[in-house]
């Protein structure tokens, strides 16, 4: 498990067998690399698709792995734009977005009412709203934003898990 701090899990480990996440052996670990290019985004959320295929959060991983991966395009100088994720027992799952680093930090920058109908300004609070947890790892010269997902979603404030 990735927290602030610790290394991220895009080091060495090998691939799982590509079944449907019900029916993997856990800790189960995919990763893949992308060109980093706009058309890279939508290519990124098809495999991710197939490798989570069933789980609760599907959409939310999928939505967050398009926000994380566009801004990996956008916002840095990377060529290409890793991926890991990892299923754990009951379902957890870790998505780590790996980029080649920026002359900035990722953040949740200054937005307005009058940006409610932009096109962008929206990744880190999207990332903050629907995981678990998440964060990012700053290795010179890359940079790892890594979030979780549990199949029971995020907590409410007040709420325990």
Known sequence: MSVEGDAPLSSGLPFRDGRSVEKAVFPALEKAVFPAVET???E???WLRKVVDGHP???????LLSESFTNAVLHTRSAAVGVVVLVE???R??????DEGAETSPCVCGHTSQ?????????IR???ALSDQWGFVEEHPRCVVWFTLVPEGPSQPGTAR
């Open 115 to 123: 940006d409610d109908l932009g096109e962008s300004g929206r990744g």
């Open 44 to 46: 990124a959320r098809r």
């Open 40 to 42: 890279s985004v939508a």
């Open 93 to 98: 799952l870790q998505i780590e977005v790996i």
């Open 126 to 128: 999207l990332l903050r």
């Open 89 to 91: 027992e009951g379902q």
């Open 57 to 63: 959060r599907l959409d939310d991983a999928v939505l």
